[in-house]
């Protein structure tokens, strides 16, 4: 009976939790695929201290949205535009070293943000949490 009690309530609460999670804006959506346009030419070592820099940029106007939303949304945009702008660096000046770490900083922010806020709700489908 007790075990009946806590399965239920268990299902109540995952019942909010599945609506809590928000369709992105267009808005939203462009920007990640901006995000992953940007991010290829970088891997694929095209412009690199170019691309870098709109990378930042981007992320300076994703932030304007993330920043008021949640700690590790204002915290990740923050840091790639940090790390984007030392990658720019680091390729106008052909550290090859200095671009790699940076761009290691970067992945780990898209993961640290897409694990905390971001939803797959099937196959290429994904919402906000
Ligand atoms: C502040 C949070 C945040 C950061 C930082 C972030 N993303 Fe996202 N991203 C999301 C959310 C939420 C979604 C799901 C909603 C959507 O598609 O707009 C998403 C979706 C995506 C998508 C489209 C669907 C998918 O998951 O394949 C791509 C591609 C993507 N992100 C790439 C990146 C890359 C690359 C970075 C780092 C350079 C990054 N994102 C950084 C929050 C973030």
Request: glycine content about 6%.
């Amino acid at each position: 009976m007790r075990m009946q009690t806590l399965f239920l309530s268990l299902a109540l609460c995952a019942v909010p939790a599945v609506f809590a999670a928000d369709e992105p804006s267009p808005q939203h959506v462009k920007w990640m695929k901006d995000t992953e346009d940007l991010q290829h030419k970088i891997r694929d070592g095209q412009d690199v201290a170019a691309n870098a820099k709109s990378l930042a940029a981007l992320y300076k106007e994703i932030e304007g949205y993330w920043g008021k939303k949640s700690e590790v949304g204002a915290k990740t945009t923050k840091d790639i535009q940090v790390a984007a702008l030392a990658l720019a660096t680091a390729a106008a000046g052909n550290d090859a070293a200095g671009v790699a770490s940076n761009r290691k900083l970067i992945g780990g922010s898209c993961r640290a943000c897409h694990d905390q806020h971001r939803e797959k709700v099937s196959e290429n489908v994904y919402r906000i949490k």
